[in-house]
Nanobody, 123 residues
């Protein structure tokens, strides 16, 4: 079992930065791929980024590539999402998720989810 808790969301102006954290409990967390998804009001939950269990492989949605960086610190059981050059369209609830195989970009392949943290970008 893996429990995930997101933090770091908030209100920021367009062009600003935020860093989200996902703290995990469970001794096997370091063996899971971890991803970030987001869901804006009235929209489907969409993939943002994922990082392999080792941290060596990362994968991003085109909409955030070159602006967001995903990383992990397995010693701290934490995954991060550094978000720079934020845009109003980045406004959403951001969710952390863990998958036990591959580096998937579809929500159906993730086994565990956090409760989400709100990110609001004002124009």
């Amino acid at each position: 079992q893996v429990q995930l808790v997101e933090s770091g969301g908030g209100l920021v102006q367009a062009g600003g930065s935020l860093r989200l954290s996902c703290a995990a409990s469970g001794r096997t967390f370091s063996s899971y791929t971890t991803g970030w998804f987001r869901q804006a009001p009235g929209k489907e939950r969409e993939f943002v980024a994922a990082v392999s269990w080792s941290g060596r492989i990362t994968y991003y949605a085109d909409s955030v590539k070159d602006r967001f960086t995903i990383s992990r610190d397995n010693a701290k059981n934490t995954v991060y999402l550094q978000m720079n050059s934020l845009k109003p369209e980045d406004t959403a609830v951001y969710y952390c998720a863990a998958a036990d195989s591959g580096i998937p970009s579809t929500r159906w392949e993730y086994n565990y989810w956090g409760q989400g943290t709100q990110v609001t970008v004002s124009s």
